[in-house]
């Protein structure tokens, strides 16, 4: 049976929701929060928005026309671009490389997806009523201690995913981002105007926008740099995909401002609705991944409307780890649909099944495979270090270097929609400025 014609997006909105949904994810509400928390507030947060302007902008830009360029999925992209332009079909091993990052990212991210769901029921049953840290600490260690409830939750995050993915790029992507976008957006309103009213905006708000710069040394800039190249979905193959997708009528450089405004909004917004909330019950903000999971919880447990205020957060947190999961299952199955006999939904299906088995490996190793380690590593914590340490900054490293080095560049150039000048500045970060930010964040996973 015949493929059919490469799915395109209905609209530049469609396209606009679906990118930003896939940036918006747990790397906003969780990651970003509680980073910026360990590294001092503010400080992280000037180095961080310098990054994503210097760093993230330019290999968004490149991942998408590379994508739009190649109209396939990244593997085929980048090796069919490479022989258009002279290059070795070598290159395709950056293809690889981004849609295994996404497909092992994906088999934890969706283990934290069913902590969010976990935490989402415990909101609507009381769970957290009259919690001390003890008790809260005590619950997450319960939650990861038992595998059959952790493997009911990854189960059901998963199935949600495919129920999206399945249905294809305008029925599925686009439509999930066009109803999940906007719900997560009003969410985090309501979240931000509570933290208005908690008497610690103004703490928190100075804490977030108030530079100590006495807090600023290496291992702060490298965690902010880390984290623009993160929290933009680079390196997992997902922006090729999204790419892939798009009609020529889209200009590059002006969406991926948008994209970049929407991501880095909601996670200035996500710090503004939890730090208020932190302060105003006397916890650490310092308190590192457990922030959302253990630190949080105390106070909702403790404060008048705490039930619904803690509901409304774990459906933002579920909500942004959706959009951001079917965008990292969207790669693989586009890879598996161009380059298999598979249909769309059999792809899904296949990529979502294995992705789902690894992920029972991941969710092990907090219980009855604790003892299992690879390089000194548990599976989870192994999953997580050898994607965002190695997979993710030499895919970006090498999509960047084929864009400034292999592509042309003054057809580059007329697709920006640049003059000279521009393009001359552009050109510089793109051939320096950005691969020698990625060099340095993975020479600094290292050390």
Not at 82 to 100: E, M, N
Not at 145 to 151: A, C, F, I, N, R
Not at 242 to 251: I, Q
Not at 322 to 328: D, F, G, H, K
Request: glycine content about 12%; proline content about 3%.
């Amino acid at each position: 049976m015949a493929k059919l014609a490469h799915a395109q997006w209905s609209s530049r909105m469609g396209f606009v929701l679906a990118a930003a949904g896939s940036a918006v994810g747990l790397g906003n509400i969780w990651r970003f929060s509680y980073l910026t928390g360990e590294s001092g507030g503010a400080a992280f947060v000037l180095v961080y928005l310098a990054c994503v302007a210097l760093v993230g902008l330019p290999i968004l830009v490149a991942e998408w026309m590379i994508g739009r360029r190649g109209q396939k999925n990244p593997i085929n992209t980048m090796a069919d671009l490479a022989t258009r332009h002279g290059r070795s079909r070598s290159w395709a091993l950056v293809g690889i490389s981004g849609v295994l990052a996404a497909f092992l990212i994906l088999s934890f991210y969706s283990v934290i997806g069913g902590w969010s769901l976990n935490y989402t029921l415990g909101s609507v049953m009381g769970s957290f009523t009259a919690q001390d840290a003890d008790a809260s600490g005590a619950a997450f260690e319960g939650l990861l201690g038992d595998p059959e409830t952790l493997l009911i939750w990854h189960t059901l995050f998963m199935v949600l995913v495919v129920g999206i993915v399945a249905r294809g790029v305008t029925k599925g992507l686009e439509a999930a981002a066009r109803v999940l976008m906007p719900l997560l957006v009003v969410l985090l309103l309501i979240l931000v105007g509570y933290g208005a009213t908690s008497g610690f905006f103004g703490e928190a708000f100075s804490f977030m926008f108030s530079p100590d710069w006495g807090a600023l040394d290496g291992g702060v800039m490298l965690a902010a740099m880390g984290q623009a190249f993160f929290t933009l979905s680079l390196g997992m193959g997902i922006m090729m995909a999204y790419g892939s997708y798009l009609g020529e009528d889209v200009n590059l450089l002006s969406t991926a401002r948008t994209v970049i405004v929407l991501d880095t909004v909601i996670a200035l917004l996500a710090g503004l609705a939890i730090f208020p909330i932190v302060f105003a019950n006397g916890l650490d903000a310092s308190s590192g991944p457990g922030l959302i999971f253990v630190t949080l919880p105390i106070a909702f447990g403790n404060m008048v409307g705490g039930s619904l205020l803690g509901l409304a957060f774990f459906l933002l947190l579920t909500f942004a780890a959706l959009t951001s999961a079917i965008s990292l299952l969207e790669p693989v199955v586009e890879t598996l649909e161009e380059r298999t006999p598979l249909s769309r939904l059999g792809s899904t299906l296949v990529g979502a099944v294995a992705v789902w088995l690894v992920g029972i490996a991941a969710l092990l190793s907090f219980n009855v495979w604790a003892d299992v380690s690879i390089l000194g590593l548990n599976i989870f914590d192994f999953l997580d270090t050898f994607t965002g340490k190695v997979l993710l900054p030499l895919t970006g490293l090498g999509a960047i270097v084929f864009y400034s080095r292999c592509l042309e560049k003054e057809e580059a150039r007329r697709e920006l929609a640049m003059d000279v000048y521009d393009y001359s500045l552009w050109n510089l970060l793109t051939k320096y400025v950005a691969p020698l930010g990625v060099i340095v964040v993975f020479l600094a996973g290292f050390l």
